[in-house]
């Protein structure tokens, strides 16, 4: 996030800012206060606004710093909830927590597949081992019998 | 998001606002100003204040109640970013953003297990009907031939 993208973001805040400023400026005018002091009040004023922006900017950006730091070095990119720590401010918190739901919602759904591949092969498996047993019953009557029937079948067994 | 949580999350806006509050009225005390005058720049101050507020939050409330309301009617979360529109402010953007990288992330690596899960099925399929040839073949042999071993090699054939 930087910071002109956040001062655009702020733009109810730094227009109400402005607002008071300018307001404070004309009353004061108005009341025949002096200049200086008047614009001694102004710049307190813009002073204080500055400290709160740029108190809020630095909460905020070293979240999403580390945040987007972590989305570029991670490679499953669906971890991120795990790896990033819940910030202080409840923007970042909704986000973390949005995150969290859809990145365990994802989790449930590669855990199907997988669970669904490994039935499928322990299935396929099983039935391999399976007719095995017959086969090599079939390749054993052949070896104690001899003739054309025998050498045709074992031909045939040769290829499965 | 509620209201009072919108508040605790802005103290340094607050804090600001509270500071820039009690400095004008001790200012204006300390001009001799009247205290009626005193008391109504301040609250106009405080108006502009909670003004600016208001405005702040209906906006990014009626984005994460979007969200939320999405994210409970969605039986898998993870197509969140594609239903929520984006929204006019750069927490909520940043928000999308993540959402959208995690969940591009994720799909690929679903679709990932898809294809694998597929290619598996294909590959055993192809076997299982390659096999099928060279029993058909021995059957259509002991068919043929009659004795002791077509009856034990047909009994092991029932098998398979």
Same mark, same amino acid.
């Given at each position: 996030?930087?910071?002109?993208?956040?001062?655009?973001?702020?733009?109810?805040?730094?227009?109400?800012?402005?607002?008071?400023?300018?307001?404070?400026?004309l009353?004061?005018?108005?009341?025949?206060?002096?200049?200086?002091?008047n614009?001694?009040?102004?710049?307190?004023?813009?002073?204080?606004?500055?400290?709160?922006?740029?108190? /809020?900017?630095?909460?905020?950006?070293g979240?999403?710093?580390?945040?987007?730091?972590?989305?570029?070095?991670? /490679?499953k990119?669906?971890?991120?909830?795990?790896?990033?720590?819940k910030?202080?401010?409840? /923007?970042?918190?909704?986000?973390?927590?949005?995150?969290?739901?859809?990145?365990?919602?994802?989790?449930?759904?590669?855990?199907?597949?997988?669970?669904?591949?490994?039935?499928?092969?322990?299935?396929?498996?099983?039935w391999?081992?399976?007719?095995?047993?017959?086969?090599?019953?079939?390749?054993?009557?052949?070896?104690?019998?001899k003739? /054309?029937?025998?050498?045709?079948?074992?031909?045939?067994?040769?290829?499965?």
């Amino acid at each position: 996030m930087r910071f002109s993208t956040f001062l655009k973001d702020k733009w109810i805040f730094l227009l109400s800012q402005t607002g008071i400023i300018l307001f404070l400026a004309l009353l004061l005018n108005v009341m025949k206060i002096s200049n200086a002091a008047n614009a001694l009040v102004c710049i307190c004023v813009l002073f204080i606004t500055v400290g709160a922006l740029v108190l /809020e900017y630095n909460q905020k950006n070293g979240f999403y710093r580390e945040l987007y730091r972590n989305l570029g070095t991670l /490679e499953k990119k669906y971890y991120i909830s795990s790896v990033t720590e819940k910030p202080g401010f409840v /923007e970042g918190a909704i986000l973390m927590d949005v995150l969290r739901q859809t990145t365990k919602s994802m989790n449930d759904d590669i855990a199907d597949y997988r669970r669904m591949n490994t039935e499928y092969q322990d299935y396929v498996e099983t039935w391999i081992h399976e007719i095995k047993i017959p086969i090599s019953c079939i390749d054993l009557i052949c070896g104690n019998n001899k003739g /054309e029937m025998a050498s045709g079948v074992k031909e045939e067994l040769s290829r499965i």
